[in-house]
C-alpha cells in the first residue's frame, strides 16, 4: 500500500512539473511573438490603382480617330495598367484591314492619358 501511494504521489510531481514547464514555454513564446510585433514596422499594403480598360479603349480609340468620320474598329489596350506616371504601353487597332498600334503614356497621377501617333 506504501509502494502504491509513492507511486501517485510521483506521478503527481511529474505532472505538475511538466505542466509547470509547460506554462512557462507558452509564457516564453508569448513574450517572444510580443516583442516582434512590437518591433516590426506596420506597412500598409494598398492594391495598385489601375485604369479602366473599356474606358481606356474608348478613350484611345477616340484620340486615334481625332477627326476622322470612321470609326476606330477593335481598339485593344492590356488590361490592368497601373496609374503611374511616365508608364507606358502600347494599344493595337484595326484601321481599314491594317492593324496598327499607338504608343500610350500616363502623364498624371489621376489617371491622365497622352496618345501618340498610330504607326
Sequence with gaps: MIDRTVRVADQRNFARTVVAVSSVVVAACAVAVTIKM???????????????QAALERQVAGEVRGFREEPVDRMACPASVVVKVGNQFSCRFLDGYNEKEVLVEVVSDQGEISVGSAR
Design 38 to 52: 512590437m518591433t516590426t514596422e506596420i506597412v500598409s499594403v494598398e492594391a495598385p490603382r489601375v485604369l479602366d
